[in-house]
T-cell receptor, first 115, second 109 residues
């Protein structure tokens, strides 16, 4: 196993609500990236956090926001949920630094259903 | 045009066969390349990195062609347990992983 954990595993929310997803990175890793995976598609990059700051963002609206804590764990917050937000949300941890190949290791994901 | 393109399949091959997947990427500045494997309703798992010189890990061989901007994965002597979706992944810029749609592989007994 990768040592990356996510909570909760499943979640059902209503359109318009807000949700917070959590991720604990692998020991020794300092970077967390979040991805959204719709059914039948590859994961799409949402954003990445390094040293508690956003370090890159994909094509997602501002209602997707995040945090990284001093212990490198992270949260993904989504406001004003829409039906299309239903997906598997994956976090991946990695070690950023010179000479590191930046391999990312994924947690088991949180499956979000918006009704 | 998608940043990373893969044939979604599905590929159905008999056990013991050799199967190959290709993947093309559009950004010539892409820095690192990987193959991930994803089982149904599970997270992607790193299968192997892809190096410019090509690399092999047991029955799996990965190749990178920077001039033509494509990556390949070859699986020899396929096993039933190789059935999964194989995701081609390219790193751009700030460690942003760009995934292909994935190629679904089923190995038949």
């Amino acid at each position: 196993e990768t040592g990356v954990t996510q909570s909760p595993t499943h979640l059902i929310k209503t359109r318009g609500q807000q949700v917070t997803l959590r991720c604990s990175s692998q020991s020794g890793h300092n970077t967390v990236s979040w991805y959204q995976q719709a059914l039948g598609q590859g994961p799409q990059f949402i954003f990445q956090y390094y040293r508690e700051e956003e370090n890159g963002r994909g094509n997602f609206p501002p209602r997707f926001s995040g945090l990284q804590f001093p212990n490198y764990s992270s949260e993904l917050n989504v406001n004003a949920l829409e039906l299309d937000d239903s997906a598997l949300y994956l976090c991946a941890s990695s070690l950023a630094g010179q000479g590191v190949r930046n391999e990312q290791y994924f947690g088991p994901g949180t499956r979000l259903t918006v009704t | 045009r998608k940043e990373v393109e893969q044939d979604p399949g599905p590929f159905n091959v008999p056990e013991g066969a050799t199967v190959a997947f290709n993947c093309t990427y559009s950004n010539s500045a892409s820095q690192s390349f990987f193959w991930y494997r994803q089982d149904c309703r599970k997270e992607p798992k790193l299968l192997m990195s892809v190096y410019s010189s090509g690399n092999e890990d047991g029955r799996f061989t990965a190749q990178l062609n920077r001039a033509s901007q494509y990556i390949s994965l070859l699986i020899r002597d396929s096993k039933l347990s190789d059935s999964a979706t194989y995701l081609c992944v390219v790193i751009q810029g700030a460690q942003k992983l760009v995934f292909g749609q994935g190629t679904r592989l089923t190995i038949n007994p």
